[in-house]
């Protein structure tokens, strides 16, 4: 009897500590998933697969400069671009040693260059910070080209420069475009380039895509010149000339199948994904009143350096209103942030379906499939409402309430010690009995 009482004593104890702990952690998984399921097999084979049978690399004269993998250039970028107005500052992230000078950056579009008047920069860690402003101001969405003495770096449609910003604003959700794969007996390629044409028609301001951009495991594609399943380094360059063609800003966080391992795929996707995209796994940008805040996200979820970085873009960004962008709410990381910081719009994937729903002060939504025809137009019409499927949204901003200090004596340590010494007491008469 007695042992009863006190293990029902013990048990409660830390039940009590868990529950009320306020000091969560988030540790990093870096083992992968892998997927080795056998895809079910189509009647119909689909053979050959390079790139060239998605699209002509000669009749694309830009798709060099688009699918280059990712240099010294670390910030603004092809996915993670910056947007100015006139006579706004813009700020340049790149790698290179201390001792690298003759630093010259360069706008280009397809009519014009305009040099970067460097103002400051600074070196930290093996990164170089700098501060520019266009030589001339001028509208347009371009390049970045770097030039320095340990070499050079290009960047497809990493700045664009606007007069002005003002209200309505648009921009489209995107998500789960699964670079290249057949649903059913359909390409997601064939389909998902008839809905960018869509798209560019709608001339939104900018694109987010939140993950799954390529499909990654695949038995339907081989490659030519090995007769194995396609590579995910070909399924990228795919991708990114695809996400070349909106000739808009686009802001992209991975998924779950950037990072999915399989016999299925002869190389590491993971691997490719940081050599085209770069290892900084979350982004934020401002237009108007409205903080954009994105992370990529798989089965793992953040680490917790990243998880801390995205909490303080949010703690500093808290004054209007907020876009949460991701794949999923993997490690409820998302609920996490959700539930510490008023977030007007979340914008998420994964799930291959739709859905608009309101929880608390907070319009979520779910973004089907590109290649089931499905993305979706936001209007933001002032810095309090927006318009989507026809449903117009007014928010109250509600301000954000940082956390009380944590105690240096919680009370859930009241618990958890009694609770470590009727172990102790436990074993201790576990021993004597024998």
């Not at 700098?130 to 050079?152: A, H, K, M």
């Not at 490659?223 to 360059?237: A, C, F, H, V």
Request: a negative charge; glycine letters at 4%; aromatic letters at 16%.
């Amino acid at each position: 009897m007695k042992k009863n009482l006190l293990i029902f004593i013990f048990v409660f104890s830390l039940l009590f500590s868990i529950l009320n702990s306020n000091n969560v952690t988030y540790a990093i998984d870096n083992n992968n998933v892998t997927e080795d399921t056998e895809l079910p097999k189509l009647n119909v084979s689909f053979n050959a697969t390079s790139a060239s049978e998605f699209f002509n690399e000669t009749s694309f004269p830009r798709y060099a400069l688009a699918a280059r993998p990712m240099g010294m250039i670390k910030y603004p970028n092809k996915v993670n671009p910056a947007i100015k107005i006139y006579d706004e500052e813009i700020n340049i992230i790149t790698s290179g040693s201390s001792e690298a000078n003759t630093w010259n950056f360069t706008m280009i579009d397809a009519n014009t260059s305009l040099s970067l008047n460097i103002l400051e920069s600074e070196y930290i860690d093996g990164m170089w910070y700098f501060t520019t402003l266009p030589e001339i101001q001028r509208e347009g969405l371009y390049d970045l080209q770097l030039n320095c003495s340990e070499g050079d770096d290009y960047q497809t449609h990493a700045i664009q420069i606007l007069e002005e910003q003002f209200y309505p604003f648009t921009f489209v959700h995107v998500s789960d475009t699964h670079f290249p794969a057949y649903y059913e007996d359909f390409n997601t390629t064939d389909i998902n380039l008839q809905e960018i044409e869509n798209i560019i028609a709608l001339d939104p301001d900018f694109v987010i895509v939140t993950g799954d951009l390529i499909q990654g495991p695949t038995a339907y594609f081989l490659d030519p010149e090995t007769g194995k399943p396609l590579r995910s380094e070909i399924q990228y360059r795919l991708a990114i000339w695809a996400l070349d063609l909106f000739n808009k800003p686009v802001f992209y966080i991975h998924g779950n199948h950037e990072f999915i391992k399989s016999s299925l795929i002869p190389d590491d996707p993971g691997t490719n994904y940081f050599k085209y995209f770069g290892t900084v796994v979350y982004q934020n940008f401002t237009f108007l009143d409205w903080s954009f805040v994105g992370f990529g996200s798989e089965w793992s979820g953040l680490s917790q350096a990243e998880y801390d970085a995205v909490f303080q873009i949010l703690a500093q960004n808290s004054d209007g209103a907020t876009v949460l962008y991701y794949h999923y709410d993997f490690a409820d990381h998302a609920t996490s942030l959700h539930n510490k910081f008023p977030i007007e719009l979340a914008l998420y994937g994964h799930e291959h379906h739709e859905d608009l729903y309101l929880s608390k002060n907070t319009l979520y939504h779910l973004q089907a499939p590109l290649f089931d025809r499905e993305f979706t137009l936001f209007s933001i019409l002032n810095e309090t409402s927006l318009t989507v499927d026809s449903q117009t949204f007014n928010f109250e901003l509600l301000p954000y309430v940082p956390p009380e200090p944590v105690e240096t004596t919680p009370v859930e340590f009241i618990f958890f010690g009694p609770s470590m010494m009727i172990l102790a007491l436990m074993v201790n008469y576990s021993r004597k009995k024998k």
